[in-house]
T-cell receptor, first 112, second 114 residues
Framework: EDQVTQSPEALRLQEGESSSLNCSYT??????LFWYRQDPGKGPEFLFT???AGEEKEKERLKATLTKKESFLHITAPKPEDSATYLC?????????????FGPGTRLSVLP | NAGVMQNPRHLVRRRGQEARLRCSPMKGHSHVYWYRQLPEEGLKFMVYLQKENIIDESGMPKERFSAEFPKEGPSILRIQQVVRGDSAAYFCASSPMGGGQPQHFGDGTRLSIL
């Protein structure tokens, strides 16, 4: 069964204090790993797709990396507006339904 | 607005009533997915549809729940005879193709059962 775990569950940072969020996954064959940001009362907002180990994607203060077992979302010099829940999801190669399996998320708070 | 549109945003029903949730995918997207998010829990897959076809409903309860995506009009998630445990946020997502493409989400319908 495909599984996704995320750590930490919650993270509080001071503005400018860089850190990383972890997403560990177990899947028979990875078709893609996806990072989303979710604000309270909103739907998940797509950030990145990673397809193979060694791949990296970057956008503003965020950088996502991928290995065969986990992905990291690195946040450099975060600002209060980066506060949100960050979700990781995987799609398996043999998943005929093509649905995503989501992790529980990491709640990030960035204090000014 | 080119995003995924869901309505209503909030829906209140009494036990035993029916709930209908609607989703209009992004323009050009023919793949629709429904997910449910319970408080303090992650998003759970329910059903995957393409126009006029249910491709995978393995995450949807066998009873009381149904979904459709007609040739014309939005996708509908229908919950009959609602119970308290159906209270949750229901999210719809769409993608232009399957297989490895990111899914784009609407802002959900928050269903409350009295």
């Amino acid at each position: 069964e495909d599984q996704v775990t995320q750590s930490p569950e919650a993270l509080r940072l001071q503005e400018g204090e860089s850190s990383s969020l972890n997403c560990s996954y177990t899947v028979s064959g990875l078709r893609g790993l996806f990072w989303y940001r979710q604000d309270p009362g909103k739907g998940p907002e797509f950030l990145f797709t990673l397809y193979s180990a060694g791949e990296e994607k970057e956008k503003e203060r965020l950088k996502a990396t991928l290995t065969k077992k986990e992905s990291f979302l690195h946040i450099t010099a975060p600002k209060p507006e980066d506060s949100a829940t960050y979700l990781c999801a995987v799609q398996a190669e043999d998943n005929y339904g093509q649905n995503f399996v989501f992790g529980p998320g990491t709640r990030l708070s960035v204090l000014p | 607005n080119a995003g995924v549109m869901q309505n209503p945003r909030h829906l209140v029903r009494r036990r035993g009533q029916e709930a209908r949730l609607r989703c209009s995918p992004m323009k050009g997207h023919s793949h629709v997915y429904w997910y449910r998010q319970l408080p303090e829990e992650g998003l759970k897959f329910m059903v995957y549809l393409q126009k006029e076809n249910i491709i995978d409903e393995s995450g949807m309860p066998k009873e009381r729940f149904s979904a459709e995506f007609p040739k014309e009009g939005p996708s509908i998630l229908r919950i009959q005879q609602v119970v308290r445990g159906d209270s949750a946020a229901y999210f719809c997502a769409s993608s232009p193709m399957g297989g490895g493409q990111p899914q784009h989400f609407g802002d959900g319908t928050r269903l409350s059962i009295l």
